[in-house]
């Protein structure tokens, strides 16, 4: 896990010092656990973590609560720029996300 304004944001994946960071963003009601299998293929800085995705009606904006621990996960990793790779709901996080921080 790791320890975010938000709360602890548990983590999948792997951290090197140099590469492309990858996001994964899962989709709603599921984990990082979603990309599991596809994680060794994405390099040595892809991370899939377990957003806190709300439940009840996703298509109401909540996108929002996502974006922002986006956010605060890469200012934690000392990131200015990724790919983020999301998955059904998760892509529509990944779209909020680029339209608000032009990363």
């Known amino acids: 896990s ?14 090197a010092d140099a590469g492309v960071v990858v996001i994964c963003i899962h989709d709603f009601q599921r984990t990082g656990e979603q990309f599991d299998q596809l994680l060794p293929f994405l390099g040595n800085r892809a991370l899939a973590p377990d957003f806190n995705i709300p439940s009840g009606d996703f298509r109401t904006g909540k996108e929002s609560l996502v974006v922002a621990q986006i956010k605060e996960l890469l200012d934690h990793l000392g990131v200015e720029k990724c790919v983020l790779l999301g998955r059904d709901y998760g892509a529509v996080c990944a779209g909020a996300f680029k339209l608000v921080h032009k990363t």
Do not use: K
């Open 2 to 15: 790791v320890l975010l304004p938000s709360g602890a944001l548990p983590v999948r994946g792997s951290w």
